[in-house]
């Protein structure tokens, strides 16, 4: 079982990007859906991540106001729009679902169900 990651581009610095991530019907997918992006030659990093549940957000620090998750029980899929796109977004995102407790929600090992991800280009 995977989450499908989409939505992806080639933008400019300023514009915007509305990703979504899918999860096949029937997925149990855990507390929580988050993204994570990986630059080239870097680790992979938390970007956000929201509950199942209650629907609790949270963010990474440089995305933070920018930046918005959401959610759409009856489709199974989780958005993530990026505004104000900067250079330094540039990445594969990818999302996955996560079992564990909100203080593990930023620990990429916490999370399972990794689908192939989608580029970000942000040029200046």
């Known amino acids: 079982v995977q989450l499908q990651a989409s939505g992806g581009g080639s933008v400019q610095a300023g514009d915007s990007l509305r990703l979504s991530c899918e999860a096949s019907p029937r997925t149990r997918v855990g507390n929580a859906v988050g993204w994570f992006r990986q630059a080239p030659g870097k680790e992979r990093e938390f970007v956000s991540t929201i509950g199942t549940r209650g629907g609790h957000t949270y963010y990474a620090e440089s995305v933070k106001g920018r930046f918005t998750i959401s959610r759409d029980a009856a489709k199974n899929t989780v958005y993530l729009q990026m505004n104000s796109l900067k250079p330094d977004d540039t990445a594969v995102y990818y999302c996955?679902?996560?079992?564990?407790?909100?203080?593990?929600?930023?620990?990429?090992?916490?999370?399972?169900?990794w689908g192939q991800g989608t580029h970000v280009t942000v040029s200046s």
């Open positions: 996955a679902s996560t079992y564990g407790p909100t203080s593990s929600y930023q620990d990429v090992n916490q999370y399972h169900n």
